[in-house]
């Protein structure tokens, strides 16, 4: 996991996934704010368990609430066009319009939408 800190950003590339259920997202968001005092977290995309893009099985819904829970900002950056779900694409579309969840598609993007927040 290679972490760095733009502004008050911190941006998180990793090859192995960070987060794979509440617990381990919790843990990453402790972990983050303990190391760096920062409360606006990029991480890619390759880095969070595939189960989270079903949006049936619950699991973004839960780990998503724990960001707000925890006064985090987070953006997720990847490439998103391999999923059809009409529902994911809704639910991606609706975050992006708000201030605190943002799905991108690159790590400048996620800086960018993380300073507006």
Same mark, same amino acid.
């Given at each position: 996991?290679?972490?760095?800190?733009?502004?008050?950003?911190?941006?998180?590339?990793? $090859?192995?996934?960070?987060?794979?259920?509440?617990?381990?997202?919790?843990?990453?968001?402790?972990?983050?704010?303990?190391?760096?005092?920062?409360?606006?977290?990029?991480?890619?995309?390759?880095?969070?368990?595939?189960?989270?893009?079903?949006?049936?099985?619950?699991?973004?819904?839960?780990?998503?609430?724990?960001?707000?829970?925890?006064?985090?900002?987070?953006?997720?950056?990847?490439?998103?066009?391999?999923?059809?779900?009409?529902?994911?694409?809704?639910?991606?579309?609706?975050?992006?319009?708000?201030?605190?969840?943002?799905?991108?598609? $690159?790590?400048?993007?996620?800086?960018?939408?993380?300073?507006?927040?």
């Amino acid at each position: 996991m290679k972490t760095k800190v733009i502004k008050d950003i911190v941006v998180v590339n990793s $090859n192995e996934l960070i987060i794979k259920d509440v617990q381990t997202a919790i843990d990453f968001i402790m972990t983050i704010k303990y190391e760096t005092n920062c409360n606006k977290i990029a991480l890619n995309k390759s880095a969070i368990v595939e189960d989270f893009f079903i949006l049936s099985k619950g699991l973004a819904g839960e780990i998503l609430q724990k960001f707000i829970n925890y006064q985090t900002k987070f953006a997720i950056y990847g490439d998103y066009s391999k999923y059809t779900s009409k529902p994911l694409k809704d639910f991606i579309y609706e975050s992006n319009k708000g201030k605190d969840i943002f799905f991108v598609s $690159n790590e400048d993007e996620s800086i960018e939408m993380l300073s507006k927040s």
